[in-house]
């Protein structure tokens, strides 16, 4: 064999090599994909999932949910991170499992930036105060004068220890100086309910259309939430940085993860997927409707420096609060 007919075929196997991602992705996918909910059937997350599998099926055929809650979602993220890296598993991963599980347990079985490709970013959510229409406050300012002048005697509840609401309530007492109670529940549901009995004051929640009924029909009041800006569905409420706790903002997002060496061409086409889907309106509309505020300019790069900054943002936060599951 002469040098040129080496050099070419030495060109063919690149070539072969590097198409062969490719090729694999114009085959995707060709069998149903399994979309892991790290949580329970109904919550946040879920209802997030199911609005977007119903809106990829052009794009990727069926997609369905298998919901795996426990250990605040640290089992179904590390069913994915262990699964095989084809395209067939995905996450619908979020801040607690990509952000702050790892950095508050002792021991998670999975490494956020190494164990995860990065998809996209679906929407985010956020946390929000509310109370029960009793206490005598109408907004966050009155209520940090309400719970100074009560100190110890007042209680927060939330949907579980060691959730984002839970973080979100720890901030809130760090960076108001106030002695709040943790009241944790076994789920938003029996807190809700317990808010608007009038057996706990204070809920910190994460807003949905369920909660923002509840504070249009009067049962709970909404004093703020802790997105950085006003939520489009509810631009009545204000931040509760506008409300004199700068610091106070903290965002749950949604996002889509593969095991980490899925090819690219199919981590790029179920990002391609979800953008489709976000220019659809009614897809927009059903997730402000929720609560929601969707993210139409997302991507693997740009999710994973999110990431990245939301760990360094977060990390002294938690360590000074001594946040713990």
Not at 132 to 156: D, F, M, Q, T, W
Not at 261 to 281: F, L
Request: glycine fraction near 8%; aromatic fraction near 6%.
């Amino acid at each position: 064999m002469n040098r040129r007919d080496a050099l070419l075929l030495g060109l063919a196997s690149l070539s072969s090599t590097a198409l062969a991602p490719l090729a694999f992705a114009q085959k995707y996918p060709d069998r149903p994909i399994r979309m892991v909910v790290p949580f329970a059937p109904g919550g946040v997350t879920d209802v997030i999932g199911r609005l977007w599998t119903e809106k990829v099926k052009a794009s990727l055929g069926t997609v369905y949910i298998e919901n795996q809650g426990g250990a605040g979602g640290v089992n179904g993220a590390a069913d994915v991170a262990r699964a095989q890296p084809d395209g067939y598993t995905i996450l619908l991963g979020n801040t607690s499992t990509q952000v702050i599980n790892p950095i508050v347990m002792p021991r998670v079985p999975y490494d956020p930036a190494k164990d995860f490709a990065a998809i996209t970013m679906l929407c985010i959510s956020a946390p929000s105060i509310a109370v029960h229409p009793s206490v005598p406050a109408r907004n966050l300012k009155e209520l940090i004068e309400h719970a100074k002048a009560n100190p110890g005697k007042l209680s927060y509840g939330s949907p579980g220890a060691g959730t984002l609401t839970n973080l979100a309530g720890e901030m809130f007492k760090q960076f108001t100086g106030t002695d709040i109670v943790h009241v944790p529940y076994r789920g938003a549901g029996p807190a809700i309910t317990d808010v608007i009995s009038g057996h706990i004051p204070i809920m910190m929640a994460n807003v949905t259309s369920q909660l923002l009924d509840l504070h249009r029909s009067d049962k709970v009041r909404i004093l703020a939430v802790t997105s950085p800006s006003r939520l489009k569905a509810a631009n009545d409420i204000p931040t509760a940085a506008e409300s004199g706790v700068p610091n106070l903002v903290l965002v749950l997002f949604n996002a889509l993860f593969a095991p980490a060496a899925t090819p690219r061409p199919i981590v790029d086409q179920i990002a391609q997927a979800t953008r489709t889907a976000m220019a659809d309106q009614e897809f927009i509309d059903a997730l402000v409707k929720s609560g929601f505020e969707p993210v139409t300019d997302s991507g693997p790069d740009q999710l994973q420096r999110f990431i990245s900054q939301e760990h360094e943002r977060l990390l002294p936060i938690i360590k000074a609060t001594g946040f713990k599951m």
